[in-house]
């Protein structure tokens, strides 16, 4: 697999995160079932109210004393700077496997995701076809720095993001670790176009239309 990737500048990745009622169960059955399992999962818009209404859910429960309340739903992302939904790339290899781009017209196992509030603070996101967490990769330089995937078995620092809402929109989406805000590349070429990466220093409230979220028709 040949990458090729431009110095154009990348836009900041916004999404339209969308969600169903179900709550993910436990266990890790293998690829092809949870691919089977994703293939059956309809889809609905979530808006940051609903996102906020996670937390709530989660503090609730917390505050029920449940230890390490979390509460859970099923998304997909699609990017304001092409209209593309994020998928993970489980036929690439080595370093780049699972790789999340926005490079995908429909929803389809690829391109679904547990999305979760835990009480202590942060978001996950755990891809529904190979039920990992998705991690930002910040041991990688240059042009990779920050690169998503879905490739860690737990929850650690770098599996961990946030969020900030304006109003009802924008919604934005960063790592809890570096702070930096999740882009689209969408600059870069070929296998690489539209990789995402927590890379970008822009403040998202004046960073115009390609920073908010954008609300596909499903």
């Known amino acids: 697999m040949i990458k090729t990737r431009s110095r154009v500048a990348a836009s900041v990745l916004t999404f339209a995160i969308l969600t169903v009622g179900a709550v993910v169960a436990g266990g890790v059955p293998a690829q092809a079932a949870a691919l089977s399992a994703a293939s059956r999962t309809p889809v609905e818009l979530l808006t940051p109210q609903l996102a906020a209404a996670l937390v709530a859910q989660a503090e609730a429960k917390s505050a029920a004393g449940v230890v390490a ?16 939904y994020v998928s993970v790339e489980l036929g690439y290899s080595g370093s780049d496997y699972a790789m999340l781009r926005a490079r995908s017209a429909t929803i389809g196992p690829w391109e679904k995701f547990t999305f979760c509030y835990n009480d202590a603070g942060y978001f996950t996101l755990q891809s529904l076809a190979n039920n990992l967490y998705v991690s930002a990769e910040l041991g990688y330089t240059g042009l990779d720095y920050g690169m998503l995937r879905a490739r860690s078995s737990s929850v650690g620092p770098w599996e961990k993001f946030g969020y900030q809402a304006k109003d009802v929109l924008p919604f934005w989406w960063y790592s809890l670790s570096s702070g930096r805000y999740v882009m689209a590349s969408v600059g870069y070429g070929g296998s690489s176009y539209a990789m995402l990466r927590a890379a970008s220093t822009d403040n998202p409230i004046t960073g115009g239309l390609s920073m908010k979220w954008a609300r596909p028709a499903l």
């Open 69 to 84: 309340a979390a509460a859970c739903g099923h998304v997909a992302f699609v990017s304001a700077a092409n209209a593309k």
